[in-house]
DNA sequence: AGGTATTCACATGAAACTATTCTCTGAGTTAGG
DNA sequence: TAACTCAGAGAATAGTTTCATGTGAATACCTGT
């Protein structure tokens, strides 16, 4: 037995197809950005001023996901200091938030608070007036002279939660600070962003703008083979996987995150599998994983109201392909998986609750989550209509069966644990 | 036939409520001088 | 009298509920030919 063991983490050490796996994972910033070198170059001359320390104009990338945003920001942002640093001049922070992060999301309360953090201070978690904090956050950047530089990452996902006031009062901060200058970097995935926010924050926050257009297949090609052939040992990756997962990403607008995952999923696979190589069939065993991988998790980690409202619409779902196929017979016009709308789920949901002496949610409150459900890309939402009959929701279900089966366990499972 | 008006069954929004977590404050208590 | 404890007030958040209003199109109901 020992002995067996010890063959697995020998082996694990010796056919590891890795020689540095960090490289694929989506944290790591490379030496070098390939085919962003416009954006680089116009980000850094518009944030170069900060170096003589004087106020740059607020700027704003825009660019779907995996488009190198962050990477390029982050990269300026290092330089920049770097620079900062040599030059021994004024003052230079700059601070990096992603506003999407869990701890930080939803409440302007708790992006100052992580600022603030991260510039040194303390804030407790609750308590506080948002008041007391604003005046913290002034407090602690206007202790001495210096140059901030916000980049806040994924902005748009903030200002959808709450109101636009908050970015309108950060770029009215500088008025009220006497030492230090603000200036704020804003990155969004939504391009539809700029549209939406008031015109006053809009003026005052995009003064510049610039656009990350999505990698084509072969930027893509080119970006995995230059991380693959450090990441991975020599000779391990079979020939067209590399074109095969660029291909498989430029179809997802071009992420090239995405991508990057895609092959290092794929080398774990392989790598279970004993295979001395990467081979193409483990890209698309890689690429259903992840896929599983995505749905169970989110099931997994949902509360159990969001759990039995899952389930009413797998329950139906099941139950409507057994009944259209008994009555195909009498009505073949009728379509394969007929769908199902909001009040069959929540009457289901109803009964599914007090056979579970479950609380019962409002029917409101199920059709956020139905809706929630949507965002998640679990099922598949339309409001339609149908005249006299109501309007409602159509619901499908979207989870490939395979795993259809695994969830209705997790999720009774957890049930019985009630 | 052609044109309005209704109506269904929810969708969508806004506000208010509840439970929980956390800070802060000040009264009461305690121990030591 | 200084230090400590502990209850209560106030804030913020998540998850709801309540109340109100909106909506697309199949049907009902007119209208005049």
Do not use: W
């Amino acid at each position: 037995m020992v002995a067996k063991i010890q063959e697995i983490f020998d082996s694990v050490d010796k056919d590891s197809l890795f020689r540095n796996k960090s490289l694929l994972q989506i944290n790591h910033i490379p030496e070098e950005i390939p085919h962003r070198d416009d954006q680089i170059k116009q980000i850094a001359s518009i944030l170069a001023p900060v170096l003589r320390g004087e106020r740059t104009s607020n700027l704003f990338l825009y660019g779907k996901t995996g488009t190198g945003k962050t990477l390029s920001a982050l990269f300026v942002k290092d330089e920049l200091l770097k620079r900062a640093d040599k030059n021994n001049g004024p003052k230079l922070k700059i601070e990096y938030l992603n506003c999407k992060l869990k701890k930080v999301s939803d409440t302007e309360y708790r992006i100052l608070a992580e600022l603030i953090k991260k510039l040194g201070g303390e804030v407790p978690t609750t308590g506080l007036p948002t008041e007391a904090v604003y005046s913290k956050f002034l407090e602690i950047i206007d202790q001495e002279k210096q140059l901030l530089v916000l980049i806040l990452d994924e902005i748009d996902q903030t200002v959808k939660k709450i109101s636009s006031d908050f970015l309108y009062n950060l770029t009215r901060l500088n008025s009220e600070l006497s030492k230090t200058q603000i200036c704020v970097v804003g990155i969004s995935n939504d391009l539809t962003f700029l549209e939406e926010i008031d015109p006053r924050v809009k003026s005052s926050l995009s003064e510049e703008e610039i656009v990350f257009p999505p990698y084509n297949a072969l930027q893509l090609q080119d970006i995995l083979a230059k991380r693959a052939s450090q990441a991975f040992k020599e000779g391990v990756i079979q020939q067209g996987v590399i074109a095969k997962c660029a291909a498989y990403a430029a179809r997802e607008h071009g992420d090239a995150r995405r991508a990057l995952d895609l092959l290092r999923i794929a080398g774990e696979v392989a790598e279970r599998e004993r295979s001395t190589k990467i081979l193409l069939k483990h890209i698309d065993e890689a690429n259903d994983k992840i896929e599983r991988d995505k749905v169970l998790d989110v099931i997994k980690t949902e509360p159990k109201q969001f759990q039995l409202v899952l389930y009413s619409i797998i329950k139906l779902q099941e139950n409507k392909g057994k009944k259209t196929s008994g009555q195909r017979t009498l009505s073949s016009r009728k379509e394969e998986n007929s769908p199902i709308f909001t009040g069959d789920v929540f009457s289901f949901y109803q009964t599914l609750c007090q056979s579970n002496r479950a609380e019962i949610l409002t029917q409101r409150r199920v059709s956020d989550i139905i809706q929630e459900f949507d965002m998640l890309g679990i099922i598949n939402v339309r409001v339609i209509s149908k005249g006299r009959g109501g309007r409602m929701r159509e619901i499908k279900l979207v989870i490939p069966p395979q795993i259809i089966n695994k969830a209705k366990e997790i999720i009774e499972d957890s049930l019985n644990y009630i």
